[in-house]
């Protein structure tokens, strides 16, 4: 890949330089045991990719209402009913969710040469809080409240490419999920980098499996954090 080509590098949020797993699982854990319930993480984040995608593929909805809709999903598939304070435990626990370790200092590495954005499926305020763990400076966040839509639209991605008025040719994206980024990036000339980080659920992580045919899935380029992506990044822009 010849990055010299980039201005831009774009990346997903949660599951991508957020760990979301280390806030969804123990938010969902504790609902499902206050009802005597018991699931491994993988089955825990299979079930959250499958309600998460349900919620979002209707009329677009705040994402704080779409983790609520995850929480009731839970309890109609074991039958309990859940409480006030339950429902809301999910979008609650979003503002704790920590990053990875590799997170910040990768970004202060690609910021020296790269401006850095943020596409996202989640809500304007939600993010806010989210920015405070991440300390770099992001030339356009883009959210799905400001896109009305949920990736896998490529809404999300032509609203950037507006924003910035970029190009697809100029922007790189990285992002952890096949079907919210990958799939939706590569239809519209975006180069992509899948970030394939450690989970419970390799491979997928707490994200639907993608449709499509394997060329459509491939990224153009796989690491397995962020870390390596920025070594890629400006070692081969300096080559």
Not at 63 to 85: G, I, K, M, N, P
Not at 126 to 143: G, N, P, S
Not at 149 to 177: E, I, M
């Amino acid at each position: 890949m010849d990055f010299s080509r980039f201005t831009t590098i774009s990346f997903d949020c949660y599951g991508t330089l957020i760990d979301w797993e280390s806030g969804i699982l123990p938010a969902l854990r504790a609902v499902l045991a206050s009802h005597s319930q018991s699931l491994s993480d993988a089955a825990i984040l299979e079930l959250y990719g499958e309600f998460e995608a349900q919620a979002e593929s209707g009329p677009y909805q705040a994402y704080r209402d779409v983790l609520q809709s995850v929480v009731r999903s839970f309890a109609e598939r074991f039958h309990f009913t859940a409480s006030a304070d339950e429902i809301s435990s999910l979008h609650e626990s979003v503002a704790v969710w920590p990053p990875f370790a590799d997170t910040v200092s990768a970004l202060r590495e690609l910021q020296k040469r790269y401006k850095l954005v943020v596409i996202s499926n989640i809500d304007d305020d939600l993010f806010a809080a989210t920015r405070k763990h991440l300390d770099v400076e992001f030339t356009a966040v883009i959210t799905a409240q400001q896109a009305r839509s949920y990736k896998p639209s490529r809404n999300n991605f032509q609203l950037a490419l507006r924003t910035l008025d970029l190009s697809p040719d100029g922007l790189l994206h990285a992002g952890q999920s096949i079907y919210h980024d990958v799939v939706p990036a590569r239809s519209l000339g975006i180069s992509t980098v899948w970030v394939n980080r450690k989970s419970a659920r390799p491979g997928i992580g707490a994200v639907r499996a993608p449709a499509g045919s394997d060329s459509e899935q491939r990224p153009h380029l796989e690491v397995p954090d962020l870390a390596s992506l920025a070594r890629a990044a400006l070692k081969r822009a300096q080559d």
